[in-house]
């Protein structure tokens, strides 16, 4: 199987992945290469970016339906249905393993599980284990990780920023059931309410 492999990061397109069994994937670079699931083959690869070639390979010893891979600033996370498993990228192997529901959110060194019911718990990247939690008791969206902390819309209708076992912010960002969404765009976050139609920005470390 062949898959095409588009590289948001550094906006670059990686040509091809070949003999990988790797899924189409919007990925970010992480030190010019991407972490792809292979699904089928039940592993997950590493491709480089300049080549489009797998240059590494982790069987995860059993075929997978319901696997992610999460990446950014040096940490590489792997959930397989609720196990995750983190990636030793010196040695190119399994560093640590963890029971693990919910969302995984990774990016600036940090790692976050997010419960469909609020509940969420920052993850060491390398142990897995878990050394912050907190129950934001409402429902949340996809959320981004930006300084380190969680930032996250939920359907209360405000956007909280998480930082290990407490909410350092919280921004009203429209009414209760409203379509909130946040991204990142350099150094602050926007916040899309799709439902008031209105974007703001929000900088994650003082929650203004």
């Known amino acids: 199987m062949v898959a095409g492999v588009v590289v948001s990061a550094a906006s670059v397109v990686v040509p091809v992945v070949f003999g990988s069994d790797a899924d189409a994937a919007k990925v970010d670079l992480l030190d010019g290469t991407a ?62 393993a963890a029971q693990a529901s919910g969302g995984l959110v990774v990016g600036d ?53 998480v930082d290990g076992d407490e909410v350092t912010a919280e921004v009203e960002a429209g009414d209760a059931g409203d379509a909130l969404h946040v991204t990142l765009v350099g150094d602050r976050i926007a916040v899309l309410n799709q439902s008031a139609e209105t974007v703001r920005q929000i900088d994650p470390g003082s929650g203004d």
């Open 109 to 161: 060194g940090a790692a976050y599980m997010v419960e469909t019911d609020g509940v969420v718990r920052e993850l060491d990247p390398t142990t897995l284990r878990t050394i912050g939690e907190v129950d934001l008791e409402a429902t949340p969206g996809p959320g981004v990780v930006a300084e380190g902390r969680l930032v996250l819309p939920l359907a209360d209708g405000t956007v909280r920023v």
């Open 35 to 96: 972490w792809l699931a292979s699904e089928s083959a039940g592993n997950v690869v590493r491709v480089n970016a300049e080549t489009g070639r797998v240059d590494a390979r982790l069987d995860l010893g059993v075929l997978a339906g319901d696997l992610l891979v999460e990446q950014g600033d040096g940490t590489v996370l792997v959930k397989l249905d609720d196990q995750l498993r983190s990636i030793d990228l010196a040695n190119l192997d399994w560093s640590a």
